[in-house]
């Protein structure tokens, strides 16, 4: 059975300053040539997908619909790579670090989510914020309960939205109403890669939570079925605490790392997505370097549960992917430019310093290389998923005042090159700058700014969520 797909309106024309990237800049030049900056340009959509970009000169006919976007950045749509659907419920809760954080806020939200009406309503909440963030595409944890994945998959596949999940296993050191066994997830699995995997825009991921809550029986399970389901995905946290890895290593003594816990298991490949790793070591490196895994990095939740400080420049010395991930509710916000500027503050205290670039990158073209997907998402190009959001520069009088410093436009202040407006844009810009964000060519989710600009013609059952500015 095939996912629904929403109705597209046939042929869009956006209007406005577009920016994304040709390559990956280097962490700290601000100045990188692969920036691909083109303002005041038309964006033609027709359908699901990017038709062309024409400069404004070549404005396109009347059998397009127009929309006047000037002087708005149009930005690929963020791709969360590691966020908790439930955990909506737990944000912003007071602090513990990571373990007690699982047993005092996490697992009790989690075993709501065992009824199917919480789960539904849960998944329709969550995906409507991550629109209403310009989030388009995410790699999600549910919870262990089936109707919890079941639910996250059959919303996004009404919203055309590219997703990523998998109902979470965890089978030991769990308490009571959120522990599966091995048969029970393996059937739960094999039934929701049958229904949804490969449909639409749905890719389904073995969602190992972490491995101290599965039995080595476990691991062996969702090494199978990775290495038996083409184009799936696996998706765990590894070392983002140290107590955790000291836990780990009591578990499992026979193995060298926590990473390597996971490759003795076959669960490390290029399609794998671990979060955190803040701490690895050289070899651990190697590893992803060798099997094409890729860290999602969670800076806000880094921060926010004291976890550490993850070393971006050694990813890129040993030249594995690095995405860039809220990973609410550890993390404080759904705000893809809020956790960059918290990725900015992690890599200084690091003495390091993180262009908006690569920043940028790191949630957009990048986190779509690393999941293999840049052919369809990240970018702006002719047969890429409109999958795009629309932002105000600034918001707000501080940042309205910041912007037009940027611009040149305060006397005797000199004007400042485009990486100065972005990298302000980044620090003080968040939900309430979007004006409107598309999926596969349809609007999800849309600032109060754009209520003028609404397109004729894209229903579907999806909620217009509005940062009431």
């Not at 996912?3 to 800049?25: I, K, N």
């Not at 599965?214 to 696996?234: I, K």
């Not at 309205?400 to 940027?406: I, M, Q, Y």
Request: one cysteine or more; charged letters at 15%.
């Amino acid at each position: 059975m095939s996912a629904a797909m929403p109705a597209a309106p046939q042929r869009l024309a956006l209007r406005g300053d577009l920016l994304d990237f040709t390559a990956t800049p280097a962490l700290d030049d601000p100045h990188s040539p692969v920036v691909r900056w083109r303002p005041d340009h038309w964006l033609l959509i027709e359908g699901e997908r990017i038709a062309a970009v024409l400069p404004p000169e070549q404005a396109p006919g009347d059998d397009w619909q127009h929309i006047d976007h000037r002087g708005r950045l149009i930005l690929p749509g963020f791709i969360d790579t590691h966020v908790h659907c439930p955990q909506l419920d737990v944000i912003a809760s007071y602090g513990t670090s990571l373990l007690d954080w699982l047993d005092t806020y996490t697992f009790p939200a989690e075993r709501r989510f065992a009824d199917p009406a919480v789960a539904q309503v849960g998944a329709e909440l969550f995906l409507d914020a991550l629109a209403a963030h310009g989030t388009t595409s995410a790699v999600v944890f549910p919870t262990v309960h089936a109707a919890s994945s079941e639910a996250l998959l059959a919303s996004a596949a009404r919203r055309g939205m590219r997703l990523i999940t998998g109902k979470v296993l965890m089978d030991c050191h769990a308490p009571d109403g959120l522990r599966d066994d091995v048969a029970s997830a393996r059937a739960d699995c094999l039934a929701q890669i049958e229904h949804w995997h490969g449909q639409g825009r749905l890719a389904y991921a073995l969602t190992v939570r972490f491995a101290p809550t599965s039995t080595p029986a476990q691991l062996a399970m969702a090494g199978e079925l990775l290495r038996a389901t083409p184009g799936a995905y696996m998706q765990t946290h590894v070392a983002e605490n140290q107590d955790e890895v000291r836990w780990v290593a009591e578990l499992f003594p026979e193995a060298r790392s926590y990473l390597d816990v996971y490759h003795r298991f076959g669960l490390l490949n290029e399609r794998a997505v671990l979060a955190h790793g803040i701490w690895l070591d050289a070899a651990d490196r190697t590893v992803l370097h060798d099997t094409g895994a890729h860290i999602a990095h969670c800076p806000t939740s880094n921060l926010f549960l004291g976890s550490g400080l993850f070393d971006w420049r050694a990813a890129v010395a040993c030249e594995f992917g690095v995405s860039m991930a809220t990973d609410v509710g550890g993390g404080t916000s759904l705000s893809m430019q809020r956790t960059l500027a918290e990725a900015y503050k992690v890599q200084a205290l690091r003495g390091q310093r993180l262009s908006a670039w690569a920043a940028l990158h790191a949630a957009t073209r990048g986190a779509a290389q690393a999941l293999r997907l840049g052919d369809e998402i990240g970018g702006l190009n002719p047969g890429q998923f409109a999958d795009l959001a629309v932002w105000d520069w600034a918001h707000g009088p501080v940042a309205t005042h910041r912007d037009a410093v940027a611009c040149g436009q305060v006397a005797p202040l000199p004007a400042q090159d485009l990486h100065a407006r972005a990298f302000a844009w980044m620090m003080l810009s968040d939900e309430r700058n979007l004006v409107q964000t598309w999926i596969a060519g349809c609007p999800q989710a849309a600032g109060a700014a754009s209520a003028a600009t609404m397109p004729a013609g894209c229903t579907h059952p999806v909620h217009f969520m509005a940062s009431q500015q």
